[in-house]
């Protein structure tokens, strides 16, 4: 069964789905349609299509509000400081207002060109807006000026109240992690597994070693380095504290043999619709690479397939997803 946590939730973003109705509701919505056309888009998927931001539930879209309205008013009363720059860009992107992150952290840059804080979260977004090689320049940058500072708290950006016992991660965690992502999703993943090592020396929790362990156990499978990839497993236990990344550990667990691959599937009827979607981009990325793993390619590139007909296209299964069928049509 698919658990969600706040972790999983919060990079993405929930919409309504449409239904029949009478004709003038029908009006409405071909209205609301044309008006998306016009409005900016945020990116450009790697198949072609037009990525546009998504709407939140009502609840959600008040309190995200709420905590960018508090972040502009700190920016303005402090345009140069360090920290009210990295809060705005982190709550414009936590509502998918990506280019708009993008510009902050560039303005933030060229008054701290030696921030690690600001190359790492441009280049997380640079990951969302499906520009690779630019976050990986930003995201080894940022590796390069943490050398030199401590270990780093990173607090959880997430608006929405947290439970007591949340950790935050540190900011050199966060670099490689990102850095992994970048090299993989670019198909570079000899650099993916150099990055997840390097993480994975970072990694405090539980949650942050099965996070880390998923990708740096893609990324060998991918160089064809099967028996490093097993001896990645042997740090999975199915005793752990997982508090956060559910998703991530069961697919080490199917990777393990412990769980069924098909179980990671079976989503609950009673979940909403859109929170299928994300639950799909989340677990059907690892049952695909099971698959192509172990031969059963067509049935791989169909999970791919029905991945990005979601509309999660923000989670990172969801590019994976992308980045593998691009490469798949060349």
Same mark, same amino acid.
């Given at each position: 069964?698919?658990?969600?946590?706040?972790?999983?939730?919060?990079?993405?973003?929930? =919409?309504? =789905?449409?239904?029949?109705?009478?004709? &003038?509701?029908?009006?409405?919505?071909?209205? &609301?349609?044309?008006?998306?056309?016009?409005?900016?888009?945020?990116?450009?998927? @790697?198949?072609?299509?037009?990525?546009?931001? @998504?709407?939140?539930?009502?609840?959600? /879209?008040? /309190?995200?509000?709420?905590? @960018?309205?508090?972040?502009?008013?700190?920016?303005?009363?402090?345009?140069?400081?360090?920290?009210?720059?990295?809060?705005?860009?982190?709550?414009?992107?936590?509502?998918?207002?990506?280019?708009?992150?993008?510009?902050?952290?560039?303005?933030?840059?060229?008054?701290?060109?030696?921030?690690?804080e600001l190359y790492r979260h441009r280049g997380h977004r640079y990951i969302s807006t499906r520009q690779f090689d630019k976050a990986v320049t930003d995201l080894e940058k940022s590796a390069l000026l943490a050398k030199s500072i401590p270990l780093t708290e990173e607090a959880n950006g997430i608006p929405i109240p947290l439970p007591e016992d949340d950790r935050p991660t540190t900011l050199q965690f966060n670099i490689y992690y990102h850095l992994g992502l970048a090299y993989y999703l670019q198909g570079t993943y000899g650099k993916?597994? &150099?990055?997840?090592?390097? =993480?994975? &020396?970072?990694? /405090?929790?539980?949650?942050?070693?099965?996070?880390?362990?998923?990708?740096l156990y893609m990324s060998y499978r991918r160089l064809g380095e099967d028996e490093v990839a097993e001896a990645t497993l042997a740090m999975i236990r199915e005793d752990m504290d997982i508090k956060e990344n559910e998703g991530y550990f069961e697919r080490l667990l199917m990777y393990k043999g412990l769980v069924a691959p098909d179980s990671l599937l079976n989503i609950d009827s009673e979940v909403p619709l859109a929170d299928r979607d994300l639950a799909l981009a989340t677990q059907g990325y690892g049952v695909s690479n099971f698959y192509l793993y172990n031969g059963e390619q067509q049935l791989g590139k169909q999970i791919l397939e029905d991945i990005v007909e979601g509309r999660h296209w923000a989670a990172f299964g969801y590019i994976a997803a992308e980045a593998d069928l691009a490469r798949m049509k060349k």
């Amino acid at each position: 069964m698919i658990k969600f946590t706040p972790f999983v939730l919060f990079a993405f973003f929930l =919409c309504a =789905c449409g239904s029949s109705g009478t004709d &003038e509701q029908m009006k409405d919505r071909t209205s &609301e349609k044309d008006s998306i056309v016009t409005k900016p888009y945020e990116a450009i998927s @790697l198949l072609g299509d037009t990525l546009y931001t @998504l709407e939140l539930p009502k609840e959600r /879209q008040a /309190q995200y509000d709420s905590a @960018l309205n508090i972040a502009l008013n700190n920016y303005k009363n402090a345009p140069q400081n360090l920290e009210n720059i990295i809060w705005l860009g982190r709550r414009l992107a936590y509502l998918g207002k990506y280019r708009e992150a993008i510009e902050t952290y560039t303005k933030g840059i060229s008054l701290f060109p030696n921030s690690p804080e600001l190359y790492r979260h441009r280049g997380h977004r640079y990951i969302s807006t499906r520009q690779f090689d630019k976050a990986v320049t930003d995201l080894e940058k940022s590796a390069l000026l943490a050398k030199s500072i401590p270990l780093t708290e990173e607090a959880n950006g997430i608006p929405i109240p947290l439970p007591e016992d949340d950790r935050p991660t540190t900011l050199q965690f966060n670099i490689y992690y990102h850095l992994g992502l970048a090299y993989y999703l670019q198909g570079t993943y000899g650099k993916a597994a &150099e990055a997840y090592e390097q =993480c994975m &020396e970072y990694a /405090q929790t539980d949650d942050e070693i099965a996070a880390t362990a998923d990708w740096l156990y893609m990324s060998y499978r991918r160089l064809g380095e099967d028996e490093v990839a097993e001896a990645t497993l042997a740090m999975i236990r199915e005793d752990m504290d997982i508090k956060e990344n559910e998703g991530y550990f069961e697919r080490l667990l199917m990777y393990k043999g412990l769980v069924a691959p098909d179980s990671l599937l079976n989503i609950d009827s009673e979940v909403p619709l859109a929170d299928r979607d994300l639950a799909l981009a989340t677990q059907g990325y690892g049952v695909s690479n099971f698959y192509l793993y172990n031969g059963e390619q067509q049935l791989g590139k169909q999970i791919l397939e029905d991945i990005v007909e979601g509309r999660h296209w923000a989670a990172f299964g969801y590019i994976a997803a992308e980045a593998d069928l691009a490469r798949m049509k060349k």
